[in-house]
Each structure stands twice: as C-alpha cells, then as structure tokens.
C-alpha cells in the first residue's frame, strides 16, 4: 500500500489533506489535516530588552484568547497538546526570537506555528545628575569632580568614564594663566555600547581690576588733620 507520510505535513497557516490508499480494496481515503495560526500580537515586533518580552502562551486557552488559531481544537492529543520552545539567535543586544507552538491531535499528528519577535538594545544611558557650568574667578578654588551616575533602561550596572582637560597657560605673565576653560566629560556606556556623553565647563575669568595700596612713605602729612 501506498501511505504518505503524516509527519512531513507540518502545516503552518494552510489547510492539507492526507492521502491514504487502501492495499486491500484500493479505495482511497482523503483525511482532512488541520490548520494553525499563531497569535498575530507579537508577530514582527521590537523590544530593546531581553526582560521586556512577553512569557510564552501557558496553555492553549491563553494561545487561542490571544487570537491564535486551531481547526482541531476539539480533538487533542490527551498527553502534551500543548507546547512552546524559544530558540535564540544573537545575543542580549542584538536577537531574534523564534517561538514555536505545538499543537498535537488526537492522531499524534502535531502541527507548528512560528513567531519571529527581535530584541535590539538602540537606547542610550541617562545621566542622573545634570551638571552646569560654572564661572570662577581666578582665586577661587577649582572643586573636585562630581560623582556622577546613569541609569538604564536594559543595563544596571552602567559604567560612567571621567575625562578632563584644561587651557590654562603655564606662564604667569601671560593672561591664558589667569583667564581659561576646564572642560569635564563623562561618558556613560551600557553592555551594548550605547552611549551618552555629558560635558560640563568652567570657566576661569580674572574679571576684578588692579588695587592701588600706597605705604605710609607716600603719605602727604599735609594732608592729615590736626
């Protein structure tokens, strides 16, 4: 006799039948096969992390109130109707998510429908101090650094990078010794490299004008008062 094969007919969005040819009396008999649909709510769609995608369906009744779809839902396979598996392909910056469900019938004939669902980390980490710049006078006292932190959306443990750099002159006669900019970069990074940089300026001015102080040698005693 002549039987195709049940389990090539792995049926994914479309209606089959099965072909089965009688040895004995050469009658042929046509069985309907199922169709499935997979839910259409993450078919296509982005998250930018791994712990942002949605749990698989638990049970067919979540599968089928989520839209999904199964012609033979009233004849399941009495063991294991019911079954998803998740395979990745990339890592936590950059995946795709296949998820498969399986639905089994009460012949053991099992039928699949596939998800296709990307995980792709694009955002960059967020300060949580704003920094001004700031203006001093060429006596002030130059502060330290700020301790300085970020936050972000898919990483917690963001690495914040401190640069600085200075147009002081080293020349005390010159004015760049006096007037001149001291630019702090920090850099926030995340697992995936995203990045944001925050830059604060401060600027040193000698903006007060000279002071005459005379000794008493210069003094005029017909000035004083009697």
Known sequence: PLILDADKFVNTNTNFVDVVFNGVDGEMVINHLDSISCPMTLEGA?????????APYANYEEY???GGYFSGDHRFAAENPFTVDDVYEGDSCM?????????????GWEYTCTQTIMV??????????????TLLACDDTIFAPAEVHAVDNCDNNVKVFYSQ??????DPTDIRYYNYDIVREYRAIDRCGNESVMKQTIKVRDTLAPKIEL????????????
């Open 95 to 107: 995946m795709t998510l296949y998820r498969t469900y399986h639905l089994t019938d009460a012949r």
């Open 120 to 133: 792709m980390d694009t955002i960059a980490p967020e300060f949580t101090t704003v920094l001004r710049d």
């Open 215 to 226: 000794t008493n040698e210069w003094a005029d005693p017909s000035m004083a008062k009697p």
């Open 64 to 66: 089928k109130a989520a």
């Open 46 to 54: 982005v998250f930018a992390c791994i712990d942002e995608v949605p």
């Open 165 to 170: 750099t200075s147009g002081q002159g080293i």
